[in-house]
């Protein structure tokens, strides 16, 4: 290690030393723009070369150009659970022939309850249940990861404790986290998780965590009765968390979106389905279509599915309107929509449990390698962001 060390300070007095010659040859701004275009694996192994990059690409300034550079970068998370685990896998480019890669989070032996809440800027928001208790939630770990730069943090553990005697007498328990990003043009930005707790016979409580003040903070809101059918919002939209507010009865639904900075909920207009289909057997999901909010509609026995928007209309007021039809796909008789690709095309599931991408534009379809009982998909960007108290994963829980 000292004779590394020695070593790039040689190379640093080097560099310095005859900065004049190269910056006649490549002057720093195309040095930095070339920094831009790389891989982040690639930039890590730039730190150790002089102190000149190292303190270049540490830069937050650095970091969030990077991020903005590489923003379109199409690429996913999966996680999948099979009888006894549960997997995350990362696919670089579903419409190249890479295969997706398995990553390995910083608490590899804790896999059967590994919740994935969601992913923003490169940063991941795990979940891992360490008890089969019934009250769970307060025996959770909850972590932000980068999976490329192998940085991680374990957040403090939430503050609301659930009373026993509530979870005995008030079986409609629901707990759920939500993961969002708060930007900032003159200061540093925030990425905050949003922790739900809902009774059927008591007030909602909401509980926020900043990475900024690296706490939890208990939020006053309206009285909203959540219908939390998992431990995670259902999607993220432009660093906002979205939920489901109320069960499908009477063939509605409705949704909330919680906004990051002003730490409120945000009422979505009802999605009423009865005119559009028969009876209430249908198959939905709110998924980021494209950086907007989208409810994907599929009745059984159907080989397509609606996409339906909200859409402003002449008066302030808004509604849900089905913007396009897909499918069917040929040779597939029934499917489910996992994720919509920033490109447009499609991560669909089949009954038998095959996972294959799909071009609405063409019809071609393309088999995604991944096996297991249950898939989630969410939008992932490489990128160097890091917060506060990360730490690195140790050696060998990296293969």
């Known amino acids: 290690m000292a004779n ?40 890590l192994r730039f730190r150790c070369v002089c102190k000149t990059f190292r303190h270049l690409i540490s830069n937050p300034t650095f970091i969030s150009s990077h991020l903005l550079y590489h923003r379109t970068t199409t690429a996913t998370i999966f996680i999948f659970k099979h009888r006894t685990t549960t997997s995350l896998s990362l696919l670089q480019s579903p419409s190249s022939s890479q295969n997706p890669s398995n990553l390995v989070h910083p608490f590899p032996n804790h896999t059967r309850d590994l919740h994935l809440i969601g992913s923003i800027n490169g940063l991941l928001c795990l979940s ?45 328990f629901d707990d759920s986290l939500g993961f969002g990003f708060q930007f900032h043009s003159t200061s540093a930005s925030d990425y905050k998780i949003v922790r739900i ?33 998992k431990l995670s919002c259902e999607m993220i939209v432009n660093g906002a968390p979205y939920w489901l507010l109320s069960t499908p009865s009477n063939h509605c639904l409705c949704f909330t979106w919680f906004d990051v900075q002003n730490e409120a909920f945000v009422m979505l207009p009802g999605f009423d389905f009865s005119g559009f289909y028969i009876g209430t057997l ?65 991560i669909v599931t089949e009954a038998g449990g095959r996972i294959f991408l799909y071009n609405p534009r063409n019809g071609e379809t393309k088999n995604i390698p991944i096996h297991g009982v249950q898939f989630e998909a969410f939008h992932y960007v490489e990128s160097l962001v890091s917060i506060e ?11």
Not at 140 to 153: E, Q
């Open 4 to 43: 590394q060390e020695r070593n790039t300070e040689a190379t640093d007095d080097a560099i310095m030393s005859s900065s004049s010659e190269y910056n006649l040859y490549l002057p720093m701004d195309i040095i930095v723009d070339i920094l831009h275009r790389l891989p982040v694996k690639s930039l």
């Open 128 to 172: 891992l249940s360490l008890s089969n208790h019934p009250l769970h939630c307060q025996r959770r770990i909850i972590l932000l990861w980068n999976p490329a730069t192998k940085l991680f943090k374990s957040l403090p553990p939430p503050t609301i404790q659930i009373p026993l005697r509530l979870f005995l007498f008030d079986r409609n």
């Open 197 to 229: 707790i809902s009774f059927a016979a008591v007030p909602s409580r909401v509980e926020v965590y900043s990475a900024i003040s690296d706490c939890w903070r208990e939020i006053q809101v309206m009285d909203l009765r959540f219908y939390i059918h």
């Open 282 to 346: 249908v198959h939905w999901k709110l998924m980021d279509w494209k950086d907007n909010a989208a409810v994907v509609v599929c009745c059984p026995g159907n080989p397509f599915f609606d996409v339906w928007m909200i859409e402003d209309r002449c008066g302030g007021e808004s509604n849900w309107c089905k913007k396009f039809v897909i499918g069917p796909v040929l040779g597939v008789e029934q499917f489910w929509v996992l994720q919509c690709t920033k490109n447009g095309e499609i």
């Open 389 to 399: 108290g990360f730490r690195q994963q140790e050696l060998n829980d990296q293969h």
